[in-house]
C-alpha cells in the first residue's frame, strides 16, 4: 500500500472513531430533549410510604415523586408517570428503558452504584422492625434474628432490608419475601413472621394507619446502617442526570427542597451532609 494510501485509509478509520466515540454523548444529551418532546419522565416507584404513594384515586405522592415532579418541571418536562415496582426489578427495567429514573428510596450502595447513575442525595433514613407488642423474642437486630431459630423476617423483595438479613446471616428460608406494606403488617398480625422490617419512617407511618395496639416499632434496628438515596437513572443518561443535581442543588440551596421533604419526616439537612461519591464508596 502506498503511504499516501495508507494515510487516506488511517484518516478515515480516525474519522469512524471519533464519530462513533461521540454517538453516545450525542444520544445522552438529546435524552431530557426527548421527555420535554414527550411531555413527562417515567419513574419507577414501590409504594411505600412515605418515600413513595399511591392514593385510591391513582395520584402519585411521597417525597421522592414530589422531589422528582419538582426538579423535572424545572428542567421543562411537566410531569411525572410512575409505575410500582418490587426493589429487585427496578435497576432491569430501568436499564430495559422502561423507566427514565427511579425514585423510590432505592437506597446508594457500591454494587447499585456500578448498575446506575444516582444523583446527589435525596432521602436518608436508618431501619426499623415491626413486630408484636413487648417483642418476646427480644429481636434488636438482624443478628438477633439469625441467633433465633425460630424467627422469620419479612421484608421487600431485592430491598435493603432483604440483604441486610441475609448478610447477617438469616437463611435464605426464614427471610419472607413481602411484596407491599400492607401485606407484611397482615402476615405479621397473622404470626406468619415475627418481625416486618422496613426504613423508620416507613414502619412508622405503616402502624400510624393500621392503629393495632398488638404491634409495636424497633428502632433504630442495631447494627444497622443509615442509607440515603437519590433518583436513579440509566448508564449512559449522565448528561439527564446532571442537569437534574443541577436543579436539585438549586432547590437544597433556596429551602425548597427541606419544604417538599421534612412534612414526610425526612430530614434535609441529613442529604445535604454527605454525598454521592461518599455513599457509592460506602461498605
Not at 444529551?29 to 385510591?56: D, H, M, S, Y
Not at 423508620?200 to 443509615?226: C, Q, R, W
Not at 436539585?248 to 421533604?261: T, Y
Amino acid at each position: 500500500m502506498k503511504l499516501r494510501d495508507w494515510i487516506s485509509v488511517a484518516a478515515g478509520a480516525t474519522a469512524l472513531m471519533a464519530v462513533a466515540a461521540a454517538m453516545p454523548a450525542a444520544a445522552d444529551e438529546n435524552k431530557l430533549e426527548e421527555l420535554k418532546a414527550q411531555g413527562f419522565a417515567r419513574i419507577a416507584i414501590a409504594n411505600e410510604p412515605p418515600f413513595t404513594a399511591v392514593g385510591a384515586d391513582g395520584k402519585v405522592s411521597g417525597a421522592a415523586p414530589d422531589v422528582a415532579r419538582e426538579v423535572f418541571k424545572r428542567l421543562g418536562v411537566a410531569d411525572v408517570a410512575a409505575s410500582i415496582s418490587e426493589y429487585g426489578a427496578m435497576i432491569p427495567g430501568l436499564q430495559a428503558g422502561r423507566h427514565d429514573a427511579i425514585t423510590a428510596g432505592l437506597f446508594m450502595k457500591p454494587e447499585r452504584c456500578s448498575a446506575v447513575a444516582y444523583s446527589e442525595p435525596i432521602l436518608c433514613d436508618a431501619e426499623a422492625f415491626a413486630l408484636k407488642k413487648g417483642n418476646p423474642l427480644g429481636l434488636k437486630s438482624y443478628k438477633d434474628i439469625a441467633d433465633n431459630p425460630d424467627a422469620k423476617i419479612g421484608a421487600p423483595g431485592g430491598g435493603t432490608e432483604e440483604k441486610l438479613a441475609l448478610e447477617a446471616g438469616v437463611p435464605r428460608d426464614r427471610v419472607i419475601v413481602v411484596p407491599d406494606g400492607q401485606s407484611g403488617l397482615k402476615m405479621l398480625q397473622d404470626g406468619r413472621i415475627d418481625v416486618y422490617s422496613l426504613p423508620v419512617l416507613s414502619i412508622h407511618s405503616l402502624l400510624e394507619k393500621a392503629n393495632d395496639p398488638t404491634l409495636e416499632v424497633v428502632a433504630p434496628v442495631e447494627g444497622a446502617p443509615v442509607y440515603c438515596d437519590g433518583a436513579a437513572f440509566r448508564k449512559g443518561d449522565e448528561a439527564l442526570r446532571d442537569a437534574f443535581d443541577v436543579e436539585l442543588a438549586k432547590m437544597k440551596e433556596s429551602g425548597e427542597f427541606a419544604k417538599i421533604i421534612e412534612p414526610y419526616g425526612f430530614s434535609a439537612k441529613a442529604a445535604m451532609s454527605t454525598s454521592r461519591e461518599k455513599l457509592c464508596a460506602a461498605k
